[in-house]
């Protein structure tokens, strides 16, 4: 009995360390696959650089982008071009959260407004407002406010949209009991609106961010004394591929982290209102 008992034991142990880990596994895959095809990209990268297939000249190689990297922040003109974008994207985003909460709630609230204005706002959002760059250098210049224009008129509309939608969400059953104790539409607004736009609010600034990196890099492509943008142009016209890449790597790095951040402050939220 103590023979086939110790067997039963011996055969149960492969299926605990299979099971174990099976559950290692499905707790580690959502990341060790990603690193995995990054490693498998960045290997296939170097590969074809480094065999010639691409000219070295145009495309550098992950090992000379990543030594470009460390290069760049040991640089003080790095900084201070990193600077000015960051100026440029707190100050846009800034004036297009106000702008864009606002209008939204007025929009979504008041359906003879929205009635009036949906063509012209819709038409907007459709509209590829990155080709309006050239004409606000005309009209501002090479400096920050051309830059904060163009992110104003990038981002305002996803604000806009988003916060009506949150407005236009909230149940009537909602606004009929808060009308029923005579309280004000500006009362409404701050107790019933604003909390039921809220997720879309910060929905609308993880699209917005992302959007607002793009403005800046193309309207500094376009015309800038400084900035992560000038600091591409140079680059490229001087035939520095790694530091191109390397510009663009922490430009991206700094978009996914900001994202990744945006993402669980919702999930908090969220999690905060169940």
């Given at each position: 009995?103590?023979?086939?008992?110790?067997?039963?034991?011996?055969?149960?142990?492969?299926a605990?360390?299979?099971?174990?880990?099976?559950?290692?596994?499905?707790?580690?895959?959502?990341?060790?696959?990603?690193?995995?095809?990054?490693?498998?990209?960045l290997?296939?990268?170097?590969?074809?650089?480094?065999?010639?297939?691409?000219n070295?000249?145009?495309?550098?190689?992950?090992?000379?982008?990543?030594?470009?990297?460390?290069?760049?922040?040991g640089?003080?003109?790095?900084?201070?071009?990193?600077?000015?974008?960051?100026?440029?994207?707190?100050?846009?985003?800034?004036?297009?959260?106000?702008?864009?909460?606002?209008?939204?709630?007025?929009?979504?609230?008041?359906?003879?407004?929205?009635?009036?204005?949906?063509?012209?706002?819709?038409?907007?959002?459709?509209?590829?407002?990155?080709?309006?760059?050239?004409?606000?250098?005309?009209?501002?210049?090479?400096?920050?406010?051309?830059?904060?224009a163009?992110?104003?008129?990038?981002?305002?509309?996803?604000?806009?949209?988003?916060?009506?939608?949150?407005?236009?969400?909230?149940?009537?059953?909602?606004?009929?009991?808060?009308?029923?104790?005579?309280?004000?539409?500006?009362?409404?607004?701050?107790?019933?609106?604003?909390?039921?736009?809220?997720?879309?609010?910060?929905?609308?600034?993880?699209?917005?961010?992302g959007?607002?990196?793009?403005?800046?890099?193309?309207?500094?492509?376009?015309?800038?004394?400084?900035?992560?943008?000038?600091?591409?142009?140079?680059?490229?016209?001087?035939?520095?591929?790694?530091?191109?890449?390397a510009?663009?790597?922490?430009?991206?790095?700094?978009?996914?982290?900001?994202?990744?951040?945006?993402?669980?402050?919702?999930?908090?939220?969220?999690?905060?209102?169940?």
């Open positions: 009995m103590t023979t086939l008992s110790n067997l039963d034991q011996v055969l149960a142990m492969p605990d360390t299979g099971s174990r880990s099976a559950r290692m596994w499905r707790k580690s895959e959502r990341y060790v696959l990603p690193l995995l095809a990054l490693v498998v990209l290997a296939a990268w170097q590969a074809i650089v480094d065999f010639k297939v691409v070295p000249l145009f495309i550098a190689a992950p090992t000379a982008i990543a030594a470009e990297i460390v290069k760049l922040f640089q003080s003109v790095f900084w201070v071009d990193m600077k000015v974008s960051g100026e440029e994207l707190v100050i846009g985003l800034g004036i297009s959260i106000v702008l864009g909460i606002t209008g939204g709630l007025i929009y979504g609230w008041y359906p003879k407004i929205r009635m009036a204005l949906e063509p012209i706002i819709n038409g907007w959002n459709a509209m590829p407002q990155i080709a309006l760059v050239p004409v606000l250098i005309l009209l501002l210049g090479i400096g920050i406010w051309s830059k904060v163009m992110i104003v008129l990038t981002c305002g509309t996803t604000f806009w949209l988003n916060t009506a939608a949150g407005i236009e969400s909230i149940s009537k059953n909602y606004i009929r009991t808060a009308k029923s104790f005579c309280v004000t539409d500006l009362q409404i607004f701050r107790w019933v609106a604003l909390p039921a736009a809220f997720p879309y609010m910060l929905s609308a600034l993880r699209i917005g961010l959007r607002a990196l793009i403005a800046i890099v193309v309207a500094e492509l376009y015309g800038s004394q400084f900035g992560i943008g000038h600091l591409l142009t140079v680059a490229a016209n001087n035939y520095q591929s790694s530091q191109e890449f510009a663009l790597i922490v430009i991206t790095a700094f978009g996914i982290i900001c994202n990744i951040g945006m993402r669980k402050v919702e999930k908090w939220y969220n999690a905060g209102k169940q």
